[in-house]
């Protein structure tokens, strides 16, 4: 049917007109997000091409390599960790950020600039500094704990603390971005709540816990369910700080991906192991369309 | 009620709930803790190599290992192709953006909701997710190792596309009548009523995909093997990376330098970016 803008011009005519204005983004959307999501499930189904032999059917033979590659559970356990560690972390951090900055505090501007500058940085040249700060003997880390009168400690080369070590980079990135958010609803709000709550007298904490936390609900989960996407796909500074090791100690799944598929080029198993992460993905979303999405507004 | 009392339940008023001096000065040590590992990269980078991890006032300042980084790897040819890659990443997404943006926005045609949830599949789904399978897309044309093929999965843009179509919707089409009125054709009305109201939304989308295609590492690094394709993020991976005992003091400098567009840009419009980020992120 068509609109009451219509300016003559018959249904169909309307239809075809919408569509020549789609067709250049949706082809490509098709061509290198929806083809590639369907194949990738196609492709985890068959064996890699190697040579002159082509891709074989070979079941669920990718999958049972997967269920029985220790690496592969070793990130799953460490992107569990990562996430668990970076989402409450920067997201926590984000909220008191975004509280400071709200105020009228000494400083104010420049406060914000400090915690937002690392999120314009690219993550590549972020892990660069981090890895001068982490150097074992001279890194500026190091320098600190030796005045401290600690012993030495090669933070990115022992399996005990990699992972935390790449954890702390990926929420220091983060904690910036996310406090815009933060910062932007609290700003929003009337100021007639914050006297209401001076003429009753509630005590700071009982205003934060009873006023702006819960009006603060529908940004945290919108918030939150981007701090877990992220967790998934944050894997560019293991390139220059740990490159996974020692030893898996600090892999994620998208960098065992990416080993898989471009180090060792089993691009068949790769693709098993993207279906996995599409399906995490894909869960996240459906979580946040049917669960969150109905219960969170206030309005 | 007398003026003055007025003026003092004002200031009550106010100062209800001001942070205290334990708050400013918790907050002034994390953002000290914040930016500490920037302010020493820039130590770093300008200033002689003895002086990296010594910290004396009276150290000379130098921009020879900028000279050295620059000498040793061929940034210039990185710079272009950022600069090249980001340009034509954001032309083409608002190009095709536009033009999807106004048919789900205006047009009713069968079809129509399947298709935007199509659209938004890639909000979750982004292109560097399947990365495998785009890379033999780009092995069958051909394309590996070109600007063309780092760009070509971002060019269709969902977030871009979802925020013109909010934007259109709002406005008002008593607007898009009068300009049809006059003769308009549809293009015409698009180029001439819409893209103009729709202005901070592109500054928006703008500021975004710019910065998030120059800090982008993971596809271009699958995508490209050689300098001449290769963006910066990826060249200063592969020039931090070589074992040749390049030292911290020119990694660092030639990290400062890789940021500094962004960086400089950021600290002249922060309010642009910040806004932008935000209104791009809350949808």
Redesign the interface.
Known sequence: ?????A?GGSVSH??V???L??L???V??????????V??LF?SFHSTPRGGKPAVWVGLENYQVMAADPVFWQAVRNNLWFAGATIPLSVG?AL??AL??N?????RA?????????????????A??????YTPQ???LE?ITGALGLPSHNWLGSPSTALGAVTVVAI?KEA??FM??YL?ALQGFSPSL??A??IEGAS?WY?FRRVQWPLLMPTTL?VLV?AF?NAF?T??HL??LTRGGPNNASTLL?YH??EV??SFWD?AY??AI?VV??VV??C??LTQFFLLDRRVHYK | MNPSSATTRGVQRLAYNEPTRLDALAAWLLALLWILPLVYAFWTAFHPAEYATRFALNAPLTLDNFRRAWEAAPFARYFLNTTLLVAMILAVQLVLATLAAYAFARYRFRGRNLLFGLVLVQLMIMPDIVVVENYKSMVRLGLVDTLLAIGLPYFSSALAIFLLRQTFMGIPKELDEAARVEGASALQTLWRVYVPLARPVYTAFALVSVSYHWNNFLWPLIVTNSPHARPLTVGLQVFSSVDQGVDWSVITAATVMTSAPLLVAFLLFQRQFVQSFMRAGIK
């Open positions: 049917m068509a609109t009451p803008l300016p309307r239809a007109h919408a569509w204005l789609l250049p983004a949706m490509l959307l098709a061509a290198f997000t929806h083809w590639p999501i194949s990738t492709d951090l008191v950020m400071w900055v105020e009228r505090i000494a400083g420049f406060l914000r600039m400090a915690y937002f500058t690392p999120t314009v940085l690219p993550m590549i040249a972020v660069n500094i981090w890895l001068f700060f001279y890194g500026l320098q220091w910036g971005f815009i958010f932007a914050r006297e709550a001076a700071r205003f919108f981007n996407i796909r894997v560019d390139f220059i998208l991906l990416y598929g471009f691009t790769a693709s993207t992460l599409v993905l894909v996240v979303a």
